[in-house]
């Protein structure tokens, strides 16, 4: 197993026996932790660069290899979404410092292994995989 699956598997235990108000309280936790966007990202999101646009709440990804060769995650996700934010939050932390072919790897099915689905609903459910595939996606061509 590697170490991102080894991480994920750990996120999906975090999160198993919780109920879903309790579900939603840990993301809104993760979603503080998400680290601003970098100034030099602001043209691009300006540009609507990187926007997820299957997702309600306005989301911009970037994927990129970090100077020492690892993956890097750029996110930005509107703050009257901190459950969506907490999704990103969640992937970003596990997915830092990983090598970008590990990363590459994610699971398309990551929301639904930690039962996110009931609590947030179909279209909600709906952005979060078009997130982790786009994640997935990105990594892929840089790998």
């Not at 108000?21 to 932790?33: H, I, Q, S």
């Not at 459950?83 to 639904?112: I, M």
């Amino acid at each position: 197993m590697t170490a991102v699956h080894q991480r994920l598997t750990d996120l999906v235990a975090e999160f198993s026996d919780l109920d879903g108000r309790e579900k939603l309280e840990l993301l809104v936790e993760y979603a503080a932790g998400l680290s601003p966007l970098p100034p030099a990202f602001e043209l691009r999101k300006a540009a609507a660069e990187g926007r997820i646009h299957e997702c309600q709440t306005p989301v911009f990804l970037w994927t990129e290899t970090a100077e020492d060769g690892t993956a890097r995650l750029v996110a930005d996700v509107a703050p009257e979404a901190p459950t969506v934010k907490g999704f990103v939050a969640v992937l970003a932390t596990a997915l830092a410092g990983r090598p970008v072919a590990e990363v590459a790897d994610l699971p398309e099915d990551f929301a639904e292994n930690l039962g996110l689905g009931p609590v947030l609903g179909m279209l909600r459910s709906r952005g979060l995989r078009a997130i982790t595939q786009r994640i997935k996606r990105g990594f892929a061509a840089l790998a």
